[in-house]
């Protein structure tokens, strides 16, 4: 069904995609790879928290990004406070581009780029603390993004991805052997490996600004988070 929904989509904008500059004097695939951007977020069974991302163009298709998270986590009717930070170098190509260079058996393929592939690898630092549970851990995991970017750089775009890497969950260690009447609840972090899968738009309302709004899901706690941004592009 995913697969279904994301080819009528690219059925829907293709016809759209020119090579002309539009509106903001771009071409269609010239996408933002250096902005500041500050978004709010919300989940269906967490805390509200922020989230403050920027992106650096690097020579070629490169890139770097930066993202710091902070919302909070819902725990034995507590909330446990977290913040994400995380750096990944990114690369990204047309579509055309990458299946120009491929020769099956003599024959030439040539496909325009309606859309591009990204992939972003880098390290996740994530921290949760909470005085109760008297915990406070940090830990350095790797993190993997990858997906597709569509649209206009003039208008709309959006992206598809898959975001991959290990996360903080608190737990309740209960394999300590206690020989008192009232033993102590002892809490540990969990390091399990998270899935994100979501959508992002962005709305290029002119050459310096945006809006973005995206969705995702978290199998980590079960969760389906939203966000809200406004985004400098510089």
């Known amino acids: ?6 080819l ?7 016809p759209i995609f020119s090579e002309e500059t539009g509106r903001l004097d771009r071409e269609q695939l010239d996408f933002r790879y250096t ?11 967490a805390d509200n928290g922020l989230a403050i991302n920027s992106s650096m163009r690097l020579p070629g298709p490169l890139y770097l990004k930066f993202e710091r998270r902070g919302d909070g986590i819902d725990f034995e009717r507590k909330i ?3 913040t994400t930070d995380s750096l990944r170098l990114g690369a990204h190509a047309g579509i055309g581009d990458i299946l120009n260079n491929i020769s099956a058996g003599g024959v030439d393929l040539s496909v325009e780029n309606s859309f591009e592939i990204y ?17 406070d851990e940090n830990e ?19 992206k598809i991805f898959l975001d991959i890497s290990s996360e903080a969950e608190p737990i309740i260690n209960d394999d300590i052997v206690c020989l008192e ?17 979501g959508f992002e738009a962005v709305y290029n309302r002119g050459k310096y600004t945006a809006f973005t709004i995206g969705a995702s899901t978290n199998s980590l706690y079960n969760s389906t988070i ?8 510089l």
């Open 140 to 158: 350095y995991e790797a993190h993997f993004v990858s997906g597709i970017h569509f649209g206009d750089s003039n208008d709309w775009e959006g």
């Open 119 to 135: 992939g972003e690898l880098g390290v996740k630092s994530w921290s949760v603390e909470n005085e109760d549970f008297n915990f």
């Open 80 to 82: 446990v406070d977290k």
């Open 35 to 45: 902005y500041l951007g500050l978004s709010f977020i919300g989940a269906n069974n």
């Open 226 to 233: 939203f966000e809200v941004g406004f985004r400098i592009n």
């Open 181 to 197: 009447v009232d033993c102590p609840t002892i809490y540990e972090i969990s390091d399990d490996q998270n899935r994100r899968f």
């Open 1 to 6: 069904m995913k697969l279904i929904s994301f």
């Open 8 to 14: 009528l989509l690219l059925t829907i904008a293709n």
